[in-house]
């Protein structure tokens, strides 16, 4: 039986992992105060003793997403950026209508922003499947780490992935499909669309 999409893009998990209760800022913050290694984790995600999701966070009440997903960039040395809207349904469809073009063998990074809101995100990672003529060519995951909610002073953050080469030769060239998705380690799926691009000899 062949494999669903769905099945080839979930998170790979670390043996001995377990993903901790979920909890709000606040009982983050409270949590375990003379723990040293915990005290250490919630200052690398600026969590103090006075945390909370209060007036300083950022996010309408109304909307229920906990990490917003603001853009995708393609970063080419002495290129410009090829930035996506990925906040927007109508720049999703086009992406996925319009594919986008790769010289063969360039070296690029990508570059992601984001926006955490009302609670702690952990362990968001980056997932790409990719496929050629319906076959899996390729298959990317990147961790990007756990966050507290963004604030005001602090409206979103940003993360560059490794470094990467495309590949190259006559037959690389041609027409991919990718599905990518970004979820956490509570495996809830924040944001998953299909796009495309091509591989080809020279720039457009």
């Keep these: 039986m062949a494999s669903r999409p ?3 893009l979930k998170p790979s998990s670390t043996e001995g992992y377990k993903v ?24 690398s995600l600026g969590i103090g003793a006075g945390a909370s ?22 970063l080419v040395e002495d290129r410009p950026a090829v930035e996506i809207d990925l906040n927007s349904p109508k720049a999703l469809e086009t992406l996925r ?12 990074r990508m570059k992601v922003r984001f926006r955490i809101q009302h609670e702690v995100i952990s362990g968001l990672r980056y997932l790409q499947l990719t496929k050629r003529g319906g076959i899996k060519v390729g298959r ?19 993360k560059t992935f490794p470094e ?14 990718a599905l990518s998705k970004f979820m956490d380690d509570d495996k809830k799926s924040h944001l998953d669309f299909n796009w495309s691009f091509e591989i080809k000899k020279n720039w457009d």
Aim: proline fraction near 7%.
């Design 53 to 74: 999701a209060g007036p300083s966070s950022i996010g309408e009440p109304g909307d229920t997403r906990t990490a917003v997903i603001l853009q995708l960039s393609l």
């Design 164 to 177: 990467e080469q495309a590949p190259s030769g006559m037959l690389s060239r041609g027409h991919y499909e």
């Design 6 to 8: 769905d099945d080839e």
């Design 20 to 43: 901790g209760e979920k909890k709000s800022l606040g009982e983050y913050a409270k949590l375990d105060a003379e723990d040293e290694s915990l005290a250490r984790w919630k200052a």
């Design 97 to 108: 209508k319009k594919p986008f073009t790769i010289k063969e063998g360039i070296k690029y």
């Design 140 to 158: 990317d995951e990147e961790m990007m780490g756990s966050y507290p909610p963004n604030t005001k002073e602090n409206p979103f953050y940003e």
